[in-house]
Every structure is written in structure tokens, then in C-alpha cells.
């Protein structure tokens, strides 16, 4: 059954061979072309993924149970390829802008994207490490990319050396599952075996420990804003978005894999259910007092990351309503991010004081950044506000009702902040204003499908996800979500 | 019912000691390569637990993720005393604690 396995994995195979190709044209110096390469190789996966074949439409399993393929996995692996390829739109145009012609950086987007993908179809704790890995060593270069800024250094140095002392918890959590659970495959651990042995809270606590360090959730958030706002804009929103979508589908898949079976299982769900509830305050509470936008969007990634860990608390439906939420998300974070990208000055850091009065200059521009906005508000009729609708309901059902409404109290809170930023760029003026002058016509159309897209999810969003249900089998889920 | 040797104890007690020692070491040093060789203690000390597992389990995947570990121990090596290196040579320095460039 080699073969079949292989065909069903012919998406990441796809991706790979973008990223080797990639590398060698960098080599030999081909270089204009390299980000038309990765955006093909990304149009190529997302493409690979769809149920193209008779019987891929239904998630399954492949080598030896390690990996999932087909339904949800197809949905994941096309949101991945989604944010890397957007992130590909604003990042050549900020690269020329800052003068800092950089080439490695559209294979290690590539291999980022191979790692999300990994994680987030992995049914075997090996794969989701080395998936993990893949994805952050690849973002600790991006963090760090101009080396010769000290900010980027610093930013890299902090991701770097936190997200290592994480993954040591992470893998020290796999080693003691493997050992109480006798295999590292969720379709054969033993959890009898597991709880008997005393292991299970250990090993639990430090898996635990290694994905909220990589969602950025509340006790383990403090890397986040310095991390943004030292990194690359457009690769910031990649972090924000690709990374935690990938770490949130496999953290959703671990407790849906392990937690049924053991007993304690009540006690883990509110114990990120409070997690999820002090994340949504403090992300919300901390972006009010910011001045740079990238540390309030920042803040704001805290934030949302409190909205998703409410959902993975709802089981099954949650693990969906978290997807959707991921796909909305990265569609509208990597637009805010690119944006503030887009009106950035060589070696200068983006603040809310020059942005005053840029949406009287440059209505255009002002308005899609106010969709974003908005949409990250949750706004209806945007798409922001369908997902956290998703989001709220499934825990709702999962009758995490006070948690729901706290969260929606938070949300609600924190609109301010963003259409705060509204405010400014349409209000306000400044002595010092910020100007858009993008050197290509890339980010300009980025920002159009991502704006039209958000419009079309919050309008029709049932033509949407009953296409989601019938392409990826997905048990009407969505269709039965849909208000 | 007795699901592990006593013997397994004795491994996982040092390599939880190593664990402990490399956790410890991360939270108090402060030059960035200190707490990058705690950070490779901690690495190790799973491994160690990981081999002791593989053995008392009688099973070889423990032992393979011990080379991928490895690997990615490795690999994290190269990109982090990059950072690094290009930090020291901006700034003559690899003190954690000047390093404070981003306020909230």
C-alpha cells in the first residue's frame, strides 16, 4: 500500500519539491522568479488537496496510521497554503521597500508551510514534534531575518531561545505519554495503561505546556508582542495566522484523540477553558494601551488565541468551529499586517500617530484596512463575526454557556481598540503622515481578494459552508451551524 | 498491579534530576548561550527517559524519535548561535537582560 500512501500525501510532496526547487534557483542566481515559484508551488498544494480522486474526500489515515489525509486534513492543508500564499503577496514589495533584498526567505516560507501542514495532519506524536519543528525553526529565521537590525536579532533571539525552552516541555510530555501509553500513535496508545501508571497528568501537563507556549495563550503569551513587532511585517502576520492555525488544528486533534478515553477529562477542559477566558482579557485589556499598531494587532493575536482555545474546549464541534475560525482569521490578519506593511518606512516601526488621517488621503486604502478591522472586530456583516459565531455556539453546546458570555463580553471590549484605529485614519490629521507607496502592484491585488473574500464569507456565508460540508465530507456540520 | 520495573525508576529519576537541573539553569543564567546549553541539557534529558521507555517497553519507536530529537537538537543549534552571532555582532554583547529594545 505504498503507493496509495504516497498519492495521499502528494500535496506536501508538491510543497517540498517547490522548496528544493526554490533553493537551487536561489543558488544559481535565478532570482526574479522565485516568488512566482512559491506562489504556484502554494496554488499547486492547495489545489493537490481538493477531493480531486474518487474516495480522497473522506479523512483517513496513511503510513502506518501517522498521518491524516483527505476531509478536514484537506481543508487544513488548503488553509495553510492560503496563508502562505497571501504572506507571499505584501512580502516582496516590504522587502524592496526596506531595501533589504532577501531571497532565502520564499524557501523558508515553503518549508514553514510544509511544517503547518505536518502538525496539523499528524495522528502520530512523532510527526506532530517534528512537524512543530520544521514550522519554528523556519520562524525563528524569519524573526531574525535582517540581521543587521537589532530589533529583528532581538526578536529572533527571544522566539529562538523561548520557543526552544518550550519545546524541551513538549517532547518531555511525548516521552512520558509514550512511556505511561506504550506507543506515541493515538489510534494504539493505551490509556488504561496511561492513567494506571500515573503518567498521564505529567505528560499532559507538558504537551499542554508546549502548544499554549505556541498559540501564545495567556501565562506563556509574554514572547508575542516583542516577536511582532520585531519581525518583518508581512512575516509577522504569517506567525501570527499560518503557525497558530497549525498549532491550534493539532493541539484540537490531541485532546480530541486522548481525552475521551481518560477519566480526568472534565478537569484538563476547564482548565483551558480558564486559560481561554484570562487569554480573551488580557490580550483584550493590554491592546487598548498600545502605540504601535503591530504590538495592538499583537495583542490582539493573544486575544483571538483566548477565542479559539474556548472552542477546542467543546469537543468535536469545537475542533470545526476552530478550523473556520483559523481560515477567517488568517484571511483577515494577514490583510491588517500586509497593510500596516504596506505604509511602513524603511527602518521605521508602524504607529497609530502617523496613521491619523490616512484614510482621508488614500480612501481606498482606508477602507479595505477598516474591513479588516472591522472583520477582526467581529462586525457583522464581515466574516470576523461568522466565525466567532461559531466559535461562541459550539460552546455553547458544549455547555460552557458563562465562559460564552464572558467571551462575548470581551469581544465586544475589544472593538474599541480597533475602531479606535478607524477613528484615527479618518478623523484625525498629524504633522508627520505616513505615506503608501508600494513599489509593485502585488500588494495592492492581495489586498482586494482578501477584502473581497472577507465581504463574501460574512454575506453568503451559507453558500460557503455547505460547499466546505460536500467537498470535505464534513458531516453538515457547517450547514447545521449556519444561522 | 506493577506496571514498570523498579529499576525503570532509577533512569527516569536522573534524567527527571537532568530535566530539573536544565529548567532551572534556562530561568537564572543570563548569557544567551548559557541558557541555549541548558536548553540542550533539557533535550537530553528526554532523551534519556525516551531510550530508558524504548528499553522497559521493548518497543524501537522511543528510539527512533531519540535520532529525531537529536536532529532537530542539531538543527536548532545552527539557527540559534546564528541569531546569536549576528545579535553579538551588532551590539558587542549577549546578556539577556540588555536586551530591552520593545516596551508595551
Same mark, same amino acid.
Given at each position: 500500500?505504498?503507493n496509495q ?6 500535496p506536501i510532496?508538491f510543497?517540498?519539491?517547490t522548496g ?10 535565478v532570482r526574479?522568479v522565485l516568488?512566482l ?8 498544494t ?6 480531486l ?5 473522506v479523512?483517513?489515515l496513511a503510513f502506518?496510521?501517522?498521518i491524516f489525509t483527505?476531509?478536514l486534513a484537506s ?5 495553510l497554503?492560503v496563508?502562505g ?8 514589495d516590504?522587502l ?5 533584498p532577501i531571497?532565502?526567505?520564499?524557501a ?12 496539523a495532519?499528524?495522528?502520530d506524536?512523532?510527526v ?10 523556519c ?5 531574525a531575518?535582517?540581521?543587521?537590525d537589532?530589533?529583528?536579532?532581538e526578536?529572533?533571539l527571544k522566539?529562538?531561545?523561548?520557543g526552544?525552552?518550550?519545546t524541551?516541555?513538549?517532547?518531555y510530555g511525548?516521552?512520558?505519554i ?7 500513535n493515538y489510534?494504539?496508545m493505551?490509556f488504561?495503561?496511561l ?7 505529567p505528560g499532559?501537563g507538558?504537551?499542554?505546556i508546549?502548544?499554549?507556549f505556541?498559540?501564545?495563550?495567556f501565562?506563556?503569551?509574554a514572547?508575542t508582542?516583542d ?6 511585517t &508581512? ?12 498549532a491550534f ?5 490531541f ?22 477566558l484570562?487569554?480573551m482579557?488580557?490580550?483584550?485589556v493590554?491592546?487598548v ?11 490582539s493575536?493573544?486575544?483571538h488565541s483566548?477565542?479559539v482555545l474556548?472552542?477546542l474546549c467543546?469537543g468535536p464541534?469545537?475542533l470545526?468551529?476552530?478550523v473556520f475560525y483559523?481560515?477567517?482569521?488568517t484571511l ?8 500596516i506593511g ?7 516601526d508602524?504607529?497609530l500617530d502617523?496613521?491619523?488621517g490616512?484614510?482621508?488621503r488614500?480612501?481606498w486604502?482606508g477602507?479595505?484596512?477598516?474591513i ?5 472586530a ?8 461568522m466565525s466567532?459565531?461559531?466559535v461562541?455556539i459550539?460552546?455553547?453546546h458544549a455547555k460552557?454557556?458563562?465562559l460564552?458570555i464572558l467571551?462575548?463580553i ?15 485614519m ?6 508627520k ?8 502592484i502585488y &500588494?495592492?491585488?492581495g489586498v482586494?481578494?482578501?477584502?473581497a473574500l472577507l ?11 455547505s460547499?466546505?460540508d460536500?467537498l470535505?465530507?464534513?458531516a453538515?456540520?457547517?450547514?447545521q451551524a449556519?444561522? | 498491579m506493577?506496571?514498570?520495573e523498579p529499576?525503570?525508576?532509577l533512569?527516569?529519576s536522573?534524567?527527571?534530576v537532568?530535566f530539573a537541573i536544565g529548567t ?10 548559557v541558557i541555549?546549553?541548558?536548553v540542550?541539557?533539557?533535550?537530553n534529558?528526554v532523551?534519556l527517559?525516551?531510550v530508558t521507555?524504548s528499553r522497559?517497553l ?6 527512533m524519535l ?10 536548532e543549534?545552527v539557527?540559534g548561535?546564528?541569531i546569536i552571532?549576528?545579535l ?5 554583547d549577549?546578556d539577556v537582560n540588555n536586551?530591552?529594545l520593545?516596551?508595551?
Open positions: 500500500m505504498f500512501d504516497l498519492i495521499h500525501i502528494i510532496l510543497l517540498i519539491a528544493l526547487l526554490l533553493m537551487m534557483l536561489d543558488a544559481f542566481k526574479s516568488p515559484i512559491a506562489g504556484i508551488g502554494f496554488v499547486g492547495a489545489v493537490l488537496a481538493l477531493p480522486q474518487e474516495g480522497m474526500d479523512q483517513q502506518n496510521k501517522m483527505g476531509g481543508l487544513v492543508t488548503i488553509l497554503s496563508s500564499l497571501f504572506t507571499l503577496f505584501f512580502l516582496s516590504f524592496k521597500r526596506q531595501e533589504k531571497y532565502d526567505i520564499y523558508l516560507l515553503v518549508f514553514a508551510v510544509v511544517g503547518m501542514i505536518l502538525l495532519n499528524a495522528n506524536l512523532i506532530t514534534f517534528i512537524g512543530l519543528e520544521t514550522m519554528s525553526i520562524l525563528y529565521i524569519m524573526a531575518l535582517f540581521k543587521r537589532l530589533k529583528s536579532n526578536a529572533g522566539y529562538f531561545l523561548l526552544a525552552f518550550a524541551g516541555f513538549f517532547i511525548i516521552a512520558l509514550y512511556g505511561g501509553a506504550g506507543s506515541t489510534s494504539s493505551d488504561a495503561r492513567q494506571e501508571s500515573g503518567l498521564l497528568l499532559m507538558l504537551i499542554l508546549g502548544f499554549l505556541k498559540v501564545s495563550a501565562p506563556f503569551h514572547w508582542p516577536v511582532y513587532s520585531g519581525s518583518p &508581512p512575516l509577522a502576520g504569517f506567525m501570527a495566522t499560518g503557525s497558530k492555525a497549525a488544528i493539532a493541539f484540537g486533534i485532546l480530541n484523540k486522548t481525552l475521551p478515553d481518560v477519566v480526568v477529562n472534565e478537569k484538563i477542559y476547564n482548565v483551558i477553558g480558564v486559560i481561554a484570562l487569554t482579557i488580557y490580550g483584550n493590554v491592546a494601551q498600545q502605540k504601535s499598531l503591530k504590538r495592538m494587532l499583537a495583542y493575536s493573544i486575544a483566548g477565542y474556548l472552542a467543546a464541534e469545537g470545526m468551529a476552530a483559523m481560515f477567517i482569521y483577515m490578519n494577514i490583510g491588517a499586517f500586509g497593510m504596506m505604509a511602513e518606512l524603511k527602518d521605521q508602524a504607529d502617523g496613521w491619523k490616512l484614510g482621508m488614500n480612501p486604502f477602507a479595505a484596512m477598516s479588516f478591522l472591522f472583520s477582526l467581529g462586525i457583522p456583516p464581515l466574516a470576523g463575526f466567532k459565531y461559531f461562541f459550539s460552546a455553547i460552557y454557556t458563562l460564552a467571551g462575548i470581551t469581544s465586544v471590549a475589544g472593538a474599541f481598540y480597533y475602531i479606535r484605529v478607524i477613528v484615527s479618518f478623523f484625525q490629521t498629524t504633522e503622515p505616513v505615506e503608501v507607496k508600494t513599489s509593485n &500588494p495592492t491585488i482586494g481578494i482578501l477584502a465581504l463574501l464569507f460574512g454575506l453568503y456565508p451559507a453558500a460557503f459552508t460547499q466546505l460536500h470535505f465530507v464534513l453538515d456540520y457547517f450547514t449556519t444561522p | 506493577e506496571i514498570f529499576n525503570l525508576y533512569y527516569l536522573v534524567s527527571a537532568m532551572l539553569g534556562v530561568l537564572t543564567r543570563r548569557n544567551a548561550i541555549f546549553m541548558c540542550e541539557l533539557m533535550l534529558a532523551n527517559t525516551l521507555f522497559f521493548d518497543d524501537a519507536a522511543g528510539s531519540v535520532f529525531f530529537v537529536m536532529c532537530v537538537a542539531a538543527a543549534a539557527v548561535l546564528a552571532i549576528a553579538f555582532r551588532n551590539k558587542r549577549i536586551f530591552n520593545f516596551k508595551w
